[in-house]
Every structure is written in C-alpha cells, then in structure tokens.
Nanobody, 115 residues
Framework: QVQLVESGGGLVQPGGSLRLSCAAS????????MAWYRQAPGKQRDLVAS???????NYADSVKGRFTISRDNAKNTVYLQMNSLQPEDTAVYYC?????????WGQGTQVTVSS
C-alpha cells in the first residue's frame, strides 16, 4: 500500500502560479509512473500530466506550455508547476501512482482560480 499526500493547492488570481507537491510513502518510488489528474464539479476526472519512472512527461493539450510535471526520486515526491492559471483550471487535483496492476490515489487538493 502506498499513501500519497498532496499539498500546495489554494486560491490564486487568473494569470498566477501554484506548485503542487505529492509525497509518496514508499521506498520504491522510482518504479512508479506518477500522474496528476483533476476533477471539476460535475465533471469526470481527467488526466493533466504524467511522468514515467525515467522522467518522460506527457501533458493534456489544455495545459501544454503552462504546466510542468517533475519528480524527485530522492524525496519520493512529484510536483506540478502551474503557471498562467485560468478559471477553467479550477478543480480538485489528485496525485496518482501506478505500477501495474497497482494504482494509488491521493486525497486531492483544491485549486481555485478566481479574481
């Protein structure tokens, strides 16, 4: 069992930035593919960005050029740097760890973009 704890969410004005962190309780963090998902009220949970154990990243089209996912295997932590935030980025952001057939989720952190 892997526990994931997200932090860094909050209220930010349009055009602002936030950095989310997700700390994993495992000594084998380096074998997990990590990802960030988000879920807005009344909508499905969507993939925002993912990063392989080797560090290759992929992004949803809606966040390309604005968000950056990274990982620090020494700290068992994955990050999501979010720049140029817009109201449509408002959602609960969830961290995910995957090593087939195992998948783990964090509890989520709220990001609200509003003036």
């Amino acid at each position: 069992q892997v526990q994931l704890v997200e932090s860094g969410g909050g209220l930010v004005q349009p055009g602002g930035s936030l950095r989310l962190s997700c700390a994993a309780s495992t000594s084998r963090f380096n074998i997990y593919a990590m990802a960030w998902y988000r879920q807005a009220p009344g909508k499905q949970r969507d993939l925002v960005a993912s990063i392989t154990p080797g560090g290759s990243a992929n992004y949803a089209d809606s966040v390309k050029g604005r968000f950056t996912i990274s990982r620090d295997n020494a700290k068992n932590t994955v990050y999501l740097q979010m720049n140029s935030l817009q109201p449509e980025d408002t959602a609960v952001y969830y961290c995910n760890a995957a090593f087939r057939p195992y998948y783990y989720w964090g509890q989520g952190t709220q990001v609200t973009v509003s003036s």
